[in-house]
């Protein structure tokens, strides 16, 4: 009998617990709207209701990064470009990655899946198609590929599935299917592989974070971190919410080296920054956000903080901003 109220006591608080309201405290607002059959090319897009296909501007999937200067690039995949635009929204130059994968001596054209701005003007792109990362130059548009070593080498990747760039600007490639991270120097020399470290964040002195999930009943969630690739990585945080925690990642570093990450409930999306030493220096609330999009990279931040989303509803897709 004492055992049987102990669990109801048990159970009651779980459900007590997963009932907690999380009041938003922010919302996003509307920075830039790409309209159904806006703009100078009309293409396409996926309708999130049934599939279809209808005039747009993009066809995704889609990846979306803010470099230093506020300028934002977009990685139409499936038309094989990146476009830019500056802090105002104004479209500026466009960069033609089958051209660019041609350049750079690659035999199929490219399929963008990821995208990171790096040093000196250069613009990584994560190719699927060749298994490659494509650099390009900003300024001059000259490209250049950097390819895996065989199968055997310990450099190998198999299957890119994010990148990132430091401040020397080193490439960092994740690759889910070897469950590891392959380095790379400026140059694309391969360095070191980091195995079993994915779902990374990488400031621009090399200090790096990730995710840990604890097994068990109830999932704790921790924050581990790095001086440099390859260091001991010592625990930066513990994540705790009013309800469980369903889902969390990190979207990256600021110019002030805070960390920024996302977790979900069942009842809010929430947003923290933690400082070096693992103090949380912003916290927001928001509903949970439907991207109605399958997007590699559904938020980032840029180097001042702000955090940005995307939301797709027909017949329009806006980029939102959490200031």
Partial sequence: MIRFCVFLLIMISNITFALNPEPADANFSSW???????????????????GSMLDGPFQGPMAFITDKNGNLWVGDSLNARVLAFDDTGRQGREYDLINAAKEAGLASDPLLIDLVASINGKLLAADASNNAIIEIDVRSGKARAFRSPQPGNAQHWSQINRIHSDGEGKIYIEDVALRQTVILSRDGRPQKTLAGHIGLAIDESSRMSLISASDGEFT????????????????????????????????????????????????????????????????????????????????????????YTLQVKHPALSILRLD
């Fill in 220 to 307: 704790e969630w921790h924050i581990l971190t790095s001086e440099k690739p390859g260091t001991e990585l010592t625990r930066l945080a513990r994540l705790n919410a009013e309800n469980p925690i369903v889902w969390c990642s990190l979207i990256g570093y600021d110019s002030q080296k805070n960390l920024y990450v996302v977790y979900d409930t069942s009842m809010a999306r929430h947003y923290i920054a933690l400082d070096p030493e693992g103090r949380i220096v912003k916290k927001r609330t928001t509903a949970l956000q439907d991207p109605g999009y399958d997007v590699n990279r559904p938020d980032w931040i840029d180097k001042n903080g702000a955090i």
């Fill in 32 to 50: 830039l709207v790409f309209s159904q059959g806006s703009g100078e090319k009309q293409l396409m897009w996926l309708n999130e209701e049934d």
